[in-house]
T-cell receptor
Framework: DGGITQSPKYLFRKEGQNVTLSCEQN?????MYWYRQDPGQGLRLIYY???????QKGDIAEGYSVSREKKESFPLTVTSAQKNPTAFYLC??????????????FGPGTRLTVT | AQRVTQPEKLLSVFKGAPVELKCNYS??????LFWYVQYSRQRLQLLLR??SRESIKGFTADLNKGETSFHLKKPFAQEEDSAMYYC??????????FGAGTILRVKS
């Protein structure tokens, strides 16, 4: 079954703890993205990576960190510095080198609750 | 600035009525625009892209560069169209800039 997987589906953490969200894809896509989805604010880009061992900050990177050691994997760490971490997190990937059609494929999401 | 505006948070229509979800964009250059849809308990997925000029599930969207708009339309709404709809712009660096989204609720 090809696609993007995110785990876990639900995650609960205490304030002050770092937490890592998993994102894996077997689509052989070069680019991967992390978004945060909040009601009334749409999807906001946290970090993105266009190639292995390289990544860039998105619009709301503060309090988050990522790594891209493998093409298939792009984990997101929500650190204790993130002031409002409770949200729904979406991972996506795309084959940006393909000519013609461009599309981002999304994972099922992880709902993080920090109390 | 690269920006996408969806002015309606919620659009409620009756089954069989026409639907228009509004989207306006701000982009210097030739824009590439998309509509993504998220049905209940399903993942976000591409609905249509302007360069294809396609009709998916009866939905169409025309790029109007003069009005900087990419409104999504369907002549007759169905209950299964109820979902969250996002308009998106392909920006620099192969990123997508999303609007805030519009919830479409089709009532029977």
């Amino acid at each position: 079954d090809g696609g993007i997987t995110q785990s876990p589906k639900y995650l609960f953490r205490k304030e002050g703890q770092n937490v890592t969200l998993s994102c894996e894809q077997n689509l052989n896509h070069d680019a991967m993205y992390w978004y945060r989805q909040d009601p009334g604010q749409g999807l906001r880009l946290i970090y993105y990576s266009q190639i292995v061992n390289d990544f860039q900050k998105g619009d709301i990177a503060e309090g988050y960190s990522v790594s891209r050691e493998k093409k298939e994997s792009f984990p997101l760490t929500v650190t204790s510095a993130q002031k409002n971490p409770t949200a729904f997190y979406l991972c996506a990937s795309s084959n940006h080198k393909a000519s013609g059609y461009y599309e981002q494929y999304f994972g099922p999401g992880t709902r993080l609750t920090v109390t | 600035a690269q920006r996408v505006t969806q002015p309606e948070k919620l659009l409620s229509v009756f089954k069989g009525a026409p639907v228009e979800l509004k989207c306006n964009y701000s982009y210097s250059g030739s824009p590439e625009l998309f509509w993504y849809v998220q049905y209940s308990r399903q993942r976000l997925q591409l609905l249509l892209r302007h360069i294809s000029r396609e009709s998916i599930k009866g939905f169409t969207a025309d790029l109007n560069k003069g009005e900087t708009s990419f409104h999504l339309k369907k002549p007759f709404a169905q209950e299964e169209d109820s979902a969250m709809y996002y308009c998106a712009l392909r920006g620099t660096g192969n990123k997508l800039v999303f609007g805030a989204g519009t919830i479409l609720r089709v009532k029977s």
